[in-house]
């Protein structure tokens, strides 16, 4: 749409000089309000253009909210990753490509390579349990001591808490299995109750793959990671009751919750009870303090039903990717729950669709609702949207181009945007909804997000600049969620 209109100012602007005006220009512009044309048409003759147009309006108009959080409080999965080359990793174990296939439960090596494939070929990321133990301690033990192996913090929880302790104004509370080596890398700024310290480590084995990567008969569409681990502090959340308690002397104005997808795999037997027992922990949190969920890959379809049923709407925000959308859809069988997978950048009105459908069955999209589910943060890798019920939260266009703004960032290793290093992939022109009736939408890359409304409910869209050679992709929808949350204001007139 955009590109059509500035051919037509482009066109005005010649028959305007033809005919000796040259005031006509002036007027056209202002006629199909066109914002910093000069400045754009400029731009959009120079190399990177649109890249260069999207970050430049990020810098102007990513500001902080009014009133900004002071104490937040995260929990309740902490751990050390230790990243590796997947292909490398599973050729040093002398592990041969061949066929893809998904498993729920990795029980040897020949199921993680076959999960590892299935994933690499789709370029998605994924996060399996390794139910034996002494098989994951050889290959971990193996990860740890390949060359150019890495090791970092870990666990979503760990990985928010670090994120939002680069504000130095901002008090962070990490409850979680923290033992010596992940004490050691974390943030001086971070508080970790003494009840939440242990002996030793939990460590988690990262894949990672870079795009076009091939083994065998498999390529990598796009760079990812394939996560795995025998982790059973985090695996029953056996930190979640401390973190309630340790609440009480923080005092947060938010509260950060992530974990929940660690019980995947485990069994309904364990998952079950214990999710009766976090339901009942959460219930205990201040209802006047707001709780973000992060979500992550999960295979168990009756779990991720019960965590909607029980836990969505005791929580006032979530965040979550594209294949953790689909997947909560089809346990619920919800909007376009007969697809099996995305194919290529998801379908921005499929995407809307299912993000209504959640706030409408699992939230407060009706003033009746007893619900507090208000805000979604939905995160893709070419674009964003953030969700929300009118009148809860407030900053929401900053919010959804800070997430995207540091997810270009930390993909490259850098503290600011390189076009050069980045490229535009979103679409610029997409429908608000896969079903009529429904609007056409478009983007404006000098004020890059687009805004419509479906009811009572807000949908913020904004493009990811997507590194072209990102360096790590761990923790990427971590660092989104946070910035999100310290960009967004709840605002005071609505009681949780």
């Not at 305007?16 to 754009?40: C, D, H, W």
């Not at 959080?69 to 061949?98: E, F, I, K, T, Y």
């Not at 980045?422 to 896969?434: D, G, I, K, Q």
Request: charged share 20%; glycine share 6%; net charge negative.
């Amino acid at each position: 749409m955009w590109r059509k209109a500035l051919v037509a100012a482009l066109l005005a602007l010649a028959v305007g000089y033809f005919y000796g005006s040259p005031e006509l220009p002036e007027q056209i512009l202002q006629y199909i309000s066109l914002p910093n044309f000069q400045t754009s048409s400029q731009n959009l003759n120079s190399q990177n253009s649109l890249e260069r147009v999207i970050s430049s309006a990020w810098e102007a108009l990513i500001t902080l909210p009014t009133r900004q959080w002071s104490r937040v409080a995260v929990g309740v999965n902490a751990c050390v990753d230790v990243v590796v080359s997947g292909v490398s990793l599973l050729q040093a174990l002398a592990v041969d490509p061949g066929i893809g296939q998904d498993h729920e439960v990795l029980h040897s090596k020949e199921d993680l390579k076959e999960a590892f494939i299935h994933y690499m070929g789709r370029g998605a990321a994924a996060e399996r349990f390794f139910s034996d133990r002494e098989a994951f301690q050889r290959i971990a033990r193996a990860a740890a001591e390949y060359p150019n192996a890495k090791f970092y913090v870990g666990g979503n929880a760990a990985l928010i808490a670090q994120k939002l302790a680069t504000y130095p104004d901002l008090m962070v509370l990490l409850c979680g299995p923290v033992g010596p080596k992940l004490h050691e890398m974390l943030d001086e700024q971070i508080i970790v109750p003494p009840d939440s310290l242990q002996e030793t480590d939990e460590f988690h084995l990262i894949l990672e793959y870079k795009a076009g990567e091939k083994w065998g008969s498999t390529q990598a569409p796009q760079a990812n990671r394939f996560i795995f681990s025998h982790d059973m502090s985090n695996g029953k959340m056996s930190s979640l009751e401390t973190f309630v308690v340790s609440l009480e002397e923080f005092q947060p104005e938010l509260v950060v919750l992530s974990g929940l997808h660690m019980m995947d795999g485990q069994g309904r037997e364990l998952w079950e009870e214990r999710l009766k027992e976090a339901v009942s922990a959460i219930s205990d949190i201040r209802k006047d303090i707001p709780i973000h969920l992060e979500l992550a890959s999960m295979t168990d379809k009756d779990y991720m039903n019960s965590i909607m049923q029980e836990v969505m709407p005791i929580v006032s925000s979530i965040g979550l990717n594209e294949q953790e959308l689909l997947f909560l859809s089809q346990a619920g069988e919800g909007p376009h729950s007969e697809m099996e997978a995305w194919k290529g950048i998801p379908d921005v009105g499929r995407v809307s669709d299912i993000l209504l459908w959640i706030l409408e069955q699992h939230g407060r999209s009706e003033p009746s609702s007893e619900a507090d589910l208000t805000r979604i943060h939905f995160h893709t890798l070419a674009y964003h949207i953030l969700v929300t019920v009118d009148g809860y939260w407030g900053n929401q266009v900053a919010a959804v181009m800070a997430g995207a703004r540091v997810a270009c960032n930390q993909a490259c290793g850098l503290q600011s945007v390189d076009v050069s290093k980045v490229e535009l992939r979103a679409p610029l022109e997409f429908y608000s909804s896969h079903m009529e009736p429904r609007e056409q939408l478009s983007l404006n890359p000098a004020e890059p997000v687009t805004v419509w409304r479906r009811g009572n409910v807000t949908f913020y869209f904004t493009p990811v600049l997507v590194c072209k050679r990102p360096l790590r992709t761990v923790g990427l929808g971590d660092a989104i969620s946070a910035e999100g949350l310290l960009y967004s204001e709840l605002l005071p007139q609505q009681p949780f």
